[in-house]
């Protein structure tokens, strides 16, 4: 989500919510248009400003006011506060718009005109699931795997074999690994902590509630990672933000710069890469998980092209769940 205000995925790479990674160096390029490992920099963390303390206390308030309701009030109730509030102050449907009209110039008006409304109030709705807790994921956890990687999936686990569990800003990204960990698989994922340090702080407590371990961008946070990874975890990695060092490949049909860490990895730690999604469903409550085909090996462009092939071809059937609201072509 954007803003110093909205979630950013813990589910990430975003990689953000869940790969971009502002302030970062320029990575070294191994002359394929590609990036080896994750961009890392260390931050010092930064007091918080007035303008901080304002949009930490302003978002506080309306969790307050959204946790007086129970959880089949409280998610709608934010789903429609972002939708039809927050959407257009924070410009939101301005760039929905401009997206849409950039790779679907054709869609009917009508088409654009609900799309307007469901992106926004998809984002309201996962921003408070991730921050409900053990409401969300007793929701969750018994959700079975479907789909022709869920038996990779659950070999992998039993095996004890690393697994890159690719996803993107869509539906819930984190529907899977809340129901992953509440059944006991080892499950990671990397954040990248906000600017904002006051909205930090609770972030960081709500989506380490779903799981753990987190892993935060950096040097200390990347060195955890890869051991997790090469002990036989699962990572969770969003693959779907811009990513200015990247490689250009295709999401609907445009180039969209998108970082080949995962397959690095993948390669690196001979670890499997699964597509996997929480597919919000149409009472808007409750999801169903997908786990797709593992992604073949081979070159880490192939590869990274193949995680945005399976999360269009998704997007394209459920094209509301999606977050619009990425300046993801540039």
Not at 26 to 50: F, Q, S
Not at 65 to 78: D, G, I, K
């Amino acid at each position: 989500m954007r803003a110093d205000a909205t979630a950013r995925p813990a589910f990430v790479l975003s990689p953000g919510p869940a790969l971009t990674m502002s302030g970062a160096r320029k990575p070294d390029r191994d002359g394929r248009g590609r990036n080896p490992i994750p961009e890392m920099a260390r931050k010092t963390p930064r007091k918080p400003t007035l303008s901080d303390r304002i949009v930490d206390g302003a978002f506080r308030a309306l969790l307050w006011c959204a946790f007086r309701l129970p959880y089949r009030r409280r998610v709608p109730v934010a789903g429609w506060v972002v939708s039809r509030l927050v959407a257009p102050l924070a410009g939101y449907t301005t760039r929905i718009r401009e997206n849409l009209a950039l790779v679907c110039p054709d869609l009917p008006p009508a088409e654009v005109a609900r799309l307007l409304r469901d992106v926004p109030d998809n984002v309201g709705r996962t921003t408070i699931e991730l921050y409900s807790g053990t409401d969300f994921i007793d929701r969750v956890r018994d959700l079975p795997i479907q789909g022709p990687g869920a038996a990779a999936l659950e070999a992998a686990h039993r095996e004890g074999r690393p697994v890159i569990l690719a996803t993107g800003h869509f539906g819930n990204y984190d529907v899977a690994r809340g129901a992953l960990v509440a059944r006991g698989y080892r499950v990671g994922g990397l954040y990248k902590p906000m600017k904002n340090p006051l909205f930090n702080d609770h972030y960081v407590k709500a989506i380490s509630t779903i799981g753990k371990p987190l892993f935060p961008r950096g040097p200390e946070g990347l060195g955890a990672m890869v051991r997790f990874l090469k002990s036989g975890g699962m990572l969770g990695l969003v693959m779907d933000q811009h990513m200015g060092h990247g490689a250009p490949i295709t999401f609907f049909g445009k180039r969209a710069y998108t970082a080949t860490s995962a397959a690095d990895l993948a390669l690196k730690y001979d670890a499997e890469i699964i597509p996997i999604y929480g597919i919000r469903r149409d009472d808007g409550l409750n999801f169903d998980i997908r786990a797709e085909a593992p992604i073949p090996k081979g070159d880490p462009v192939t590869m990274t092209q193949a995680i945005n092939d399976s999360l269009e071809a998704l997007v394209r059937q459920h094209m509301g769940q999606w977050f619009w609201i990425h300046r993801r072509w540039k």
